[in-house]
C-alpha cells in the first residue's frame, strides 16, 4: 500500500540513511571520496572591479571583469552562482529560481538575469505542458559553458550543461531544481553538506561510454550487473536502473554519502514505476500527480513511498 508523505517525514531517512557511508560500503571509495584540498568551490578570480551601489549587500558591490579570448564580461557573484546553478541542473524554471535560488528576492533575480541575458551567457524559454501548464525556463548558452570553464569556476566534478533539451525532458527536468532545494534542506539539518548533484544524463553518457567497450566475447548480462554495481545501481529486468537525480554530500563526520531520487509523474507506466521502486530510489511526485500514482502502485501491489514535491 503506497502513501503520500509530508516532506517534513523525509528527515528520519535521512538520520537513517546516515548509518552508512559510502566510503565503508563500496569498493570505490577512492573514486567517491573528494579531494579534501579542494572541497570548497573554487574562489571567484577578481580581475577587475567597479563600485555599485553602497546600500547594496557585499556580493553585490563588486563587479568582476572575466576575460575569454576577445571578449570581457561583467558578473557579480551573486550572477556568477546562478550560472553554476543553471549549468547544473540544465533548466531552472523562473520562479524557483527566484524564489528558491534567491530567496524571495524578485528584484535582485530580474536584475541578475537582465544582465546575463544582455552578455549572451544565459537564455530563456517557455515550455508547455498538462492542463495549460506552461513557464519561463533558464539555460546556460554554449558561451556561459564557455564562460565558466574557462575561469575554472566550475565545483569540483561537477558536471554542467549547456542549451534546451527536448520538450518534454524540460518539462520533466524543470522540477529537478525544486526537489534539490528540499533535499538539500533536509540534508543541512543533519549536519551535511551538499558537494556535487548528478543528473541522469551524467549517469547514462558514463553508463553507455563503458558499455561501449565490453569485449564481444564477455557476457553482456554479467557486465551489466558490474557496472551497475561500480555506480551502486541496480540491475532490474536485464536493465541499469538511473535515477533522475543523485546528490552526493558530506555528513557531519566528513563521510560521503550518496541519495538517488526519483520525480514520478502521471505519465510513469507500471514497468517503469515498479522498477524505480526495486531499484530503491526515493520517488517524488507533485501533488496533482499523488492519486493517479497511488492507483497504479496499489493496483500492481507496488510497495513504494511517495514523498510531495
Not at 551524467?202 to 557476457?219: G, H, I, Q, T
Not at 514505476?273 to 517524488?284: D, S, V
Not at 500514482?293 to 507496488?302: F, G, K, N, Q, S
Amino acid at each position: 500500500m503506497s502513501r503520500a508523505y509530508r516532506f517534513s517525514d523525509f528527515e528520519a531517512f535521512l538520520r537513517k540513511h546516515s548509518e552508512a557511508p559510502l566510503s565503508r560500503q563500496s569498493g570505490h571509495a577512492d573514486r567517491l571520496q573528494l579531494d579534501r584540498d579542494s572541497r570548497e568551490s573554487p574562489p571567484i578570480e577578481r580581475q577587475g572591479r567597479d563600485r555599485n551601489n553602497t546600500q547594496e549587500d557585499s556580493s553585490d558591490r563588486f563587479r568582476t571583469t572575466y576575460r575569454h579570448r576577445n571578449r570581457e564580461y561583467s558578473l557579480r557573484e551573486s550572477e556568477v552562482k546562478t550560472l553554476i546553478e543553471v549549468g547544473k541542473f540544465r533548466v531552472i524554471p523562473a520562479d524557483d529560481l527566484g524564489g528558491l535560488g534567491y530567496r524571495g528576492d524578485r528584484t535582485r533575480m530580474e536584475s541578475d538575469v537582465q544582465n546575463l541575458r544582455r552578455q549572451g551567457l544565459i537564455e530563456q524559454r517557455s515550455i508547455e505542458g498538462h492542463e495549460s501548464y506552461s513557464k519561463q525556463v533558464f539555460a546556460l548558452t554554449k558561451e556561459g559553458h564557455k564562460l565558466l570553464s574557462q575561469q575554472d569556476l566550475i565545483p569540483d566534478r561537477q558536471a554542467i550543461y549547456h542549451g534546451f533539451v527536448k520538450a518534454k525532458e524540460a518539462r520533466h527536468d524543470a522540477d529537478l531544481y525544486r526537489l534539490y532545494h528540499k533535499v538539500g534542506k533536509e540534508i543541512d539539518r543533519v549536519g551535511g553538506k551538499v558537494r556535487r548533484v548528478v543528473l541522469d544524463y551524467e549517469l547514462k553518457r558514463e553508463l553507455y561510454r563503458k558499455l561501449s567497450r565490453v569485449r564481444p566475447e564477455k557476457d553482456p548480462v554479467y557486465e551489466r550487473i558490474q557496472l551497475a554495481s561500480e555506480y551502486d545501481l541496480k540491475f532490474v529486468n536485464h536493465k541499469i536502473v538511473v535515477p533522475d537525480l543523485r546528490i552526493e554530500y558530506e555528513d557531519e563526520c566528513r563521510d560521503i554519502r550518496r541519495l538517488d531520487l526519483e520525480i514520478a509523474t502521471r505519465d510513469y507506466r507500471p514497468q517503469g514505476l515498479a522498477e524505480k521502486a526495486k531499484a530503491g530510489f526515493h520517488l517524488f511526485a507533485r501533488p496533482q500527480d499523488h492519486p493517479k500514482l497511488r492507483r497504479v502502485l496499489d493496483t500492481h501491489e507496488i510497495t513504494a513511498e511517495i514523498f510531495a514535491l
